[in-house]
T-cell receptor
Framework: GAGVSQSPSNKVTEKGKDVELRCDPI?????LYWYRQSLGQGLEFLIY????????KSGLPSDRFSAERTGGSVSTLTIQRTQQEDSAVYLC????????????FGPGTRLTVT | AQKVTQAQTEISVVEKEDVTLDCVYE???????LFWYKQPPSGELVFLIR??????QNEISGRYSWNFQKSTSSFNFTITASQVVDSAVYFC????????????FGEGTQLTVNP
């Protein structure tokens, strides 16, 4: 079946602009995660959704970052007033539920802020 | 706080050599889960294995094997008879029962297998 998909695959934006990153989880997966991978910080957790609720958003680095999930499926990560330090690969993962199941990752969105 | 350390930043071997990737973790939880992921040059993280803290049995899957030792808080990964296709970044990750569903990743080990 289809895996986790993310769009766009690459995004170049000017500093100060807003961006939206999209994640389509595996069908039927109720849990969804966003991570960020950057050279200096490695792989960092950002936010976790169970259904449409986000019980853990403690990894969001600032209030410029927000995320939502609708219909228990697609999720959007929004970064407002982008900064150069936001440049990274943003990875989305999904699992069948809130338990300690393996997380299936998407290919990521490479964000470059110029 | 949980922490995962992969001390080897880069490893380079010649094809057919055996190679071990080290992973050391820190946690105060008694229930936790350890994972290994592979990130090939294409970039997509691929799940390899999950172990829970109550199961210290070593596991073998083809050329891959994992050694989990609670006494040393280590979960090492060995590739036997390495192949060029094994070249990738390998991440060890920890999920604590009390820290929700997040994974805490190590910094990763870049493995290069040369022909």
């Amino acid at each position: 079946g289809a895996g986790v998909s993310q769009s766009p695959s690459n995004k170049v934006t000017e500093k100060g602009k807003d961006v939206e990153l999209r994640c389509d989880p595996i069908s039927g997966h109720t849990a969804l995660y966003w991570y960020r991978q950057s050279l200096g910080q490695g792989l960092e957790f950002l936010i976790y959704f169970q259904g449409n609720s986000a019980p853990d958003k403690s990894g969001l680095p600032s209030d410029r970052f927000s995320a939502e999930r609708t219909g228990g499926s697609v999720s959007t990560l929004t970064i407002q007033r982008t900064q150069q330090e936001d440049s990274a690969v943003y990875l989305c993962a999904s699992t069948t539920g809130p338990g300690p199941y393996e997380q299936y990752f998407g290919p990521g969105t490479r964000l470059t802020v110029t | 706080a949980q922490k995962v350390t992969q001390a080897q930043t880069e490893i380079s071997v010649v094809e057919k050599e055996d190679v071990t990737l080290d992973c050391v973790y820190e946690t105060r939880d008694t229930t936790y889960y350890l994972f290994w992921y592979k990130q090939p040059p294409s970039g997509e993280l691929v799940f390899l294995i999950r172990r829970n803290s109550f199961d210290e049995q070593n596991e073998i899957s083809g050329r891959y094997s994992w050694n989990f030792q609670k006494s040393t808080s280590s979960f090492n990964f060995t590739i036997t008879a390495s192949q060029v296709v094994d070249s990738a970044v390998y991440f060890c990750a920890l999920r604590e029962e009390t820290s929700g569903s997040r994974l805490t990743f190590g910094e990763g080990t870049q493995l290069t297998v040369n022909p």
